[in-house]
């Protein structure tokens, strides 16, 4: 049971842990730099219990993490959806101004992917027919 009393379904910070592929350690962090939309329930022991809702919102902040937002705008983000409706627009731009970034790093991995495909077929071809000659080598 949690200090508010709710009967719904709490997990302990290890199995969100597992759920969201954050240590515990991330977990403490995350809530320390109030980057979660809701207050950590607390059992009578002091014990972590989060909600299914916890889980959705922290999977959403991993996700945004691993394509690179910085934490500053994640945490300004779950300061606009913590204070509810009517900013939606400026959350709207805070995500397009992060997918912005996120195509233009995509772009950047495609050009580079295209290069290495390239340089792979060289590599290939060469190896094919058995000489290295031709290939860039800067000890000739």
Not at 5 to 22: M, N, Y
Not at 43 to 67: A, H, M, N, P, Q
Not at 111 to 136: D, F, M, N, P, Q
Request: aromatic residues 6%; hydrophobic residues 35%.
């Amino acid at each position: 049971m949690t200090t508010t009393g709710a009967a719904a379904p709490s997990l302990s910070i290890g199995e969100v842990a597992e759920r969201t592929g954050l240590s515990v350690h991330a977990l403490r962090f995350y809530e320390r730099e109030a980057l979660l939309v809701g207050p950590v329930q607390r059992t009578s022991g002091g014990r972590r219990r989060y909600t299914s809702s916890d889980v959705d919102w922290l999977l959403i902040c991993v996700r945004l993490r691993e394509s690179g937002m910085p934490l500053a705008d994640l945490k300004h983000f779950a300061e606009l959806v913590r204070q509810g409706p009517g900013n939606e627009e400026e959350r709207l731009r805070l995500l397009d101004a992060h997918r912005q970034r996120v195509d233009t790093q995509i772009q950047a991995l495609e050009e580079c992917r295209s290069l290495i495909t390239w340089k792979v077929g060289v590599y290939t071809e060469h190896l094919a027919r058995g000489k290295a000659g031709g290939l860039w080598d800067p000890t000739a």
